[in-house]
């Protein structure tokens, strides 16, 4: 069974820090990562995909990398804003069965 | 494009009621799928479809129903509602060939269960 950890649980910096959010699973044999953004009462919003075989992908100032080898993912947010304070979930995608971690809460102070 | 749309948008039941959440989506999105979300938790899969008329289960669908009869609609049903059914639900849709599947959630129904 897939098991998806997000550590840390909660974080909070000061504006302008660049910083990194984990994200480790058990089983390797994944089809696709992914990291969304989920606003407090909101949904979720996809920020990044990144397919089994790909190591990273970027969207402006994120950027996510995979190593399906050690069951690790990183997403790095640079010069973080008050705007980027949000949950950020990943989510590991084997055949039709999708797993999520619990989220780490990120709050960006001005 | 409406996306993804869900409802209600807040819904209070008591012990044993039945209800269903509409969840439809305007994308022609083959996969559709249902999570809860609890404090704490990450989502939890309850289930999911791959088309019209095919369902299956995720990691947590009892007490829950569902059925697909057009690419556009995936209601999930509550037979008999439990206060362990309190909960955030959520619905999704993606394209279901390639590894391309970027998952689009509607905006949640907040259920409580008295």
């Known amino acids: 069974k897939q098991e998806v950890t997000q550590i840390p649980a909660a974080l909070s910096v000061p504006e302008g820090e660049n910083l990194v959010l984990n994200c480790s699973f058990t089983d390797s044999a994944i089809y696709n990562l992914q990291w969304f953004r989920q606003d407090p009462g909101k949904g979720l919003t996809s920020l990044l995909l990144i397919q089994s075989s790909q190591r990273e992908q970027t969207s402006g100032r994120l950027n996510a990398s995979l190593d399906k080898s050690s069951g690790r993912s990183t997403l790095y947010i640079a010069a973080s804003q008050p705007g980027d304070s949000a949950t950020y979930l990943c989510a590991v995608l084997n055949n039709n069965d999708m797993r999520f971690g619990a989220g780490t809460r990120l709050t960006v102070k001005p | 494009n409406a996306g993804v749309t869900q409802t209600p948008k807040f819904q209070v039941l008591k012990t044993g009621q039945s209800m269903t959440l509409q969840c439809a989506q305007d994308m022609n999105h083959e996969y559709m799928s249902w999570y809860r979300q609890d404090p704490g938790m990450g989502l939890r899969l309850i289930h999911y479809?791959?088309?019209?008329?095919?369902?299956d289960q995720g990691e947590v669908p009892n007490g829950y129903n569902v059925s697909r009869s057009t690419t556009e609609d995936f209601p999930l049903r509550l037979l008999s509602a439990a206060p362990s059914q309190t909960s955030v639900y959520f619905c999704?849709?993606?394209?279901?060939?390639?590894?391309?599947?970027?998952?689009?959630f509607g905006p949640g129904t907040r259920l409580l269960v008295l």
């Open positions: 479809s791959v088309g019209a008329g095919i369902t």
């Open positions: 999704a849709s993606s394209y279901s060939r390639g590894s391309l599947k970027t998952q689009y």
